[in-house]
C-alpha cells in the first residue's frame, strides 16, 4: 500500500494569509526595483530587543561557554527562575494566584495556540470569533475537527462568531452548543478589545456549559484604557474554564528569538468518554514533555531581564514609540473619511475599506500606488470582507511616510 497523507491538509483553500502576501510583495518588488515599499501588513516589531535583555542574553551566553556554568538539557516547562518572575510581576500584582506548575515557557504564543488542540478530542465543537488570527481556525482544519469549507468561506463543523461594527466587534455567545471557544483581546486583528463585564460573560457561559476558552493575551502590554481586562484570570471563576497564552514577542521584541508562555491552571478540567473530570494540567504537561525539549537558557535569562526595572522602562518605550504610530494612523485616516477601528489599545488599526473596493482591492490599490502593504480583512475570515489591518509597527518615520502617501489617494 502506497504512503497516505493526512487529507485534512488539502481541505485548506488558501496559502496562509501571510505567505499570500509576501507573493505579492514580492512580485511587485521584482517588476517595481526602484520601489520603497513600506510593509504594514505583518505584525513583526521592528525595535530593537532591549538592552537590559541583550546584557543578560550576553552574560547566559558566556555561561553556556565555560564547564562550570554551562547548561544542557533545561526543564520542559521552563527554568524556575523565569516562571517565577512571571508569576509576580504578570499576575500577583492584579491579585491572581498561581502555582509555578500553572506556567509553562514555551517558543510562541502561535506554536502553542496551534499546538493545544492536540490535547483535546477530535469531536469537540470549536467556535472562533470572526474575523480571527488565522492560527487557531488552520490547526483545527489540519486536525480534522472542521470539514470542508463552504462557498461562503466558512468551514462546515466550525462555529462562527461574527464581529463587526454592527456589534461593536463584540462577540455574541453561540446559538449552538460549543466546546472550545478561542477568544484573543486586545483583538488580533480588529484590535479591539472586551470590557471585564463582557469578558465576564464568557466565562459564565463556560462554567454553565462545561466549555473550554482558550484566551490569547498576546498584546495585553498595548491595553491603556481602564476597565480592560489584562487577563482573563482578572474574572471570577476563570481558573476553572479558561488557558491563558501570554508571548514576550509583541511588548519585549522578541519575535526573532521566541519567548513566550502559557497557564494551565490545576482548577481546569476536562471530560472523558465515560463523563469523568479529568484535569488539563497535566495532558499539557504531557504534551509538551513529550514532544518539545523546552526554549533555551540563554533565551530565558534574557527574558527574565524583561522584569527588571531598566527592562521595564525599556519595553514601555517601546510599547509608547508604537502607540504613537497607532495614533499618527488613526487620525490621519479618519481625517481622509475612512471608518477606523481598534489602535488605542492595541498596534493594530481596523479599517473599513472605501465604497467599491474589497479587501484584497484596497490591498492591491495601496500596494500599486501608494507602495504601502497591509493585511486584507478576508484573510482573517469572512466577517473580515470589507475591512484591511494596518500595523503600527514600523518607524515613526515608516509611519509618516506611508501615511502620507495614503492621503494623497483618490478613493
Known sequence: MPVKINENYLLLKSSYIFAEINRKVNQFQEENPDAHIIRMGIGDVTRPLPQAVIKEFHQAVDEMGQDETFMGYGPEQGYSFLIKEIIENDFASRGIELSQDEVFVSDGAKCDTGNIQEIFGLDNVVAVTDPVYPVYVETNVMAGRTGPMGDDGKYEKLVYLPCTAENNFVPELPESSVDLIYLCFPNNPTGTTLTKEQLATWVEYA????????????YESYITE?????????????????????????????????CAYTVV???????????????????WNRRQTTK?????????????????????????????????????????LLKIGLQV??????????????????SWGFFDLLLKEANVVGTPGVGFGPSGEGYFRITAFNTIENTKEAMERISKLSF
Open 265 to 283: 491552571p490545576k482548577e481546569l478540567m476536562a471530560y472523558d468518554g465515560a463523563g469523568n473530570a479529568q484535569p488539563v494540567n497535566p495532558l
Open 292 to 332: 518539545f525539549n523546552g526554549v533555551s537558557y540563554p533565551i530565558q535569562k534574557a527574558a527574565a531581564a524583561v522584569y527588571t526595572p531598566e527592562g521595564q522602562k525599556e519595553i514601555g518605550e517601546s510599547i509608547d514609540y508604537y502607540m504613537q504610530n497607532a495614533a499618527i494612523i488613526r487620525e490621519s
Open 207 to 218: 462554567r454553565e456549559n462545561k466549555a473550554i476558552i482558550l484566551f490569547d493575551a498576546a
Open 226 to 258: 481602564d476597565g480592560i481586562p489584562h487577563s482573563i484570570y482578572e474574572i471570577e471563576g476563570a481558573k476553572e474554564v479558561a488557558i491563558e497564552f501570554r508571548s514576550f514577542s509583541k511588548n519585549a521584541g522578541f519575535t526573532g528569538t521566541r
Open 341 to 358: 477601528y481598534g489602535g488605542v489599545n492595541s498596534p493594530y488599526i481596523w479599517v473599513k475599506t472605501p465604497e467599491g473596493l474589497d
